[in-house]
């Protein structure tokens, strides 16, 4: 008797792979939002007593009225003026205070960017290492 | 072709993050990004002022004031002290509801405060 001789393939069926990679793909570019997740990071300095609180006079305040104007020790100037204006004070003293005091009205948008060119300065050989954005609350608190 | 679909997934999965906060606003425009660690709180203000937080895992959820804010941030650095947070905020906002968070934040002793911001072009984006 003839036996009918069943022939197995030994390979991996691989017809089906091009069906299911595309699915998955389809998957990920469905789910995947190319969210932003870069921004500026901002470092809160700890809420301490014993640390003494930066004296007005000795730093450069920098405002931010609403509108978009800035005023820098009471001198109003472009957002690219600022860092010409800081740098002979930062060679003098390097850890110098540069406090940020947005108008309550100012637009979120207008700090940020004051903020971006004095943290720009580090690449552009001013290193502004000190940055204070108080707070209303703290404005409040301490300087008045 | 299978290599090429191959290569596409591994991209894919290689850049894939599921996004949190849906929240859509216009964000600042900064020269300098860095990136945001990942699993980070989000705290989201829309230009008009709707706020919404998430713990950077599940969806984000609408809150009402700032005080919801604060003890969302206490409860966060409950379970994870060194938690980062994320501020995403619309750049028209005017910065009194920023503050107010940002006051909130430091109130909870958050640590770490990402401002999530776009690129600034060179010819400044028309703002």
């Given at each position: ?35 932003a997740t870069r921004g500026l990071d901002f ?21 931010i009225?609403?509108?978009g ?10 957002a690219d003026?600022i860092l ?16 940020i ?6 637009s979120y948008g207008d700090m940020v960017k004051v903020y971006d060119v004095l943290r720009e300065g580090k690449n552009k050989?001013?290193?502004v290492?000190?940055i204070?954005i ?11 | ?24 606003v216009d964000l600042p425009r900064t020269n300098l990004r860095f990136e945001v ?49 994320v501020l995403k905020a619309d750049r ?6 920023v ?14 405060v990402y401002l999530l911001s776009e690129q600034e072009t060179v010819?400044g984006g028309?703002q």
């Amino acid at each position: 008797m003839k036996l009918e001789k069943k022939s197995v393939s030994d390979e991996i069926p691989t017809a089906s792979m091009a069906d299911i990679t595309f699915l998955l793909i389809i998957f990920f570019m469905v789910t995947n939002t190319f969210s932003a997740t870069r921004g500026l990071d901002f470092a809160i300095p700890k809420e301490d007593k014993s640390t003494p609180l930066v004296e007005r006079e000795e730093s450069v305040l920098i405002s931010i009225h609403a509108g978009g104007a800035i005023e820098v020790d009471g001198r109003s100037m472009r957002a690219d003026q600022i860092l010409e204006y800081l740098k002979p004070k930062l060679e003098r003293n390097a850890t110098k205070p540069v406090i940020i005091r947005p108008d309550p009205d100012a637009s979120y948008g207008d700090m940020v960017k004051v903020y971006d060119v004095l943290r720009e300065g580090k690449n552009k050989g001013v290193e502004v290492r000190n940055i204070n954005i108080p707070t209303q609350r703290e404005v409040d608190q301490f300087w008045y | 072709m299978a290599d090429i679909v191959f290569l596409l997934i591994i991209f894919f999965v290689l850049t894939f993050n599921v996004e949190v906060d849906k929240t859509m606003v216009d964000l600042p425009r900064t020269n300098l990004r860095f990136e945001v660690p990942k699993k980070a709180a989000t705290v989201s203000i829309t230009d008009s002022g709707q706020m919404r937080v998430s713990d950077g895992e599940s969806a984000s959820t609408p809150v009402a004031s700032v005080q919801d804010v604060l003890s969302f941030a206490s409860e966060m650095l409950a379970t994870d002290p060194e938690k980062d947070f994320v501020l995403k905020a619309d750049r028209n906002v005017p910065y009194r509801e920023v503050d107010q968070v940002i006051d909130a934040l430091k109130q909870a002793k958050v640590t770490a405060v990402y401002l999530l911001s776009e690129q600034e072009t060179v010819e400044g984006g028309g703002q």
